[in-house]
């Protein structure tokens, strides 16, 4: 699974990885502010550093080398899923569609010491995106939900963002946001809740020196722009079948992690709907996309 430019203080801290931070390439391996590590896939780590100065928080992604590929096909596959990826975020930032900016990046690393011709890994510098995921943004809110209920509480606190009101808004938010990303021929291929992420437009949780503070309970806002994040799968794709695959990985992820708010996905379909020219068509194919899942649903 590929890693998110997401906040650090919003997901849980890995610990215990098997990877050191020494294998970080330079110059992130001997700085007196090392990369803070913040999750670990099949294929890269991902962690919180600064760029150029401290005030510039920025997500590192790191595609270590692996060791049992033979080094030639490691570097060239490093290579192209590190360009591939950069390529599409920087092709989305130009049209328009809110990803992280890229600021800088390296396909190769250096050489490692005694391994010839085996190179370090390649590594990405993205934008930071200061905020949390729609699926940590959307539990918390059903969990203040479900509380009010619980308490006794006919009318939910409107200013805590606890009506449907804002659910629904944020699914228009989630469908335009998709759409535009398809009307410029882009396919995310891993579009789930946890890499949506709700950009944080008022400041309410910085802590004033540039660090985000960790949401609580209380913290059930569904204010804030949709980004798009962790693009290591996408294609260029101008093929309504691939764009009706996208919205149905995405429409399984919200039965599976949030099925109690399922029902406000035709939300996200009636935003995608109108956010681009050829958008109904590809509705259209989603109902045979979800025809072929039942029935292999139904045959195991």
Partial sequence: MEESAVSPDLIPIVTNLSTPLSILPSPFNDIQDPPRLITQGAEALLYRTRFLTSAHTCALKYRPSKSWRHPALDVRLTRHRILSEARTLVRCRREGVSVPAVWSLDWEGGEVAGQTGRRSGGWMMMEWIEGDTVRNSL?????????????????????????????????RKIGHAIGRMHEIGIVHGDLTTSNLMLRNTKGEMGLG???????TATDTSLDGDVVLIDFGLATQSVQDEDKAVDLYVLERAFGSTHPTVEKLFKKVLIAYGLSYKGALVVLRRLEDVRMRGRKRSMLG
């Avoid at 059903?142 to 606890?162: H, I, M, P, V």
């Fill in 209 to 215: 020196n540039g660090n985000p503070r960790l949401p």
């Fill in 139 to 171: 539990n918390r809110w059903l969990n203040a939900r479900n509380a009010s209920f619980e308490d006794g509480t006919e009318q939910w606190d409107t200013t805590k963002a606890q009506s449907e009101e804002f659910a629904v808004e944020l699914m």
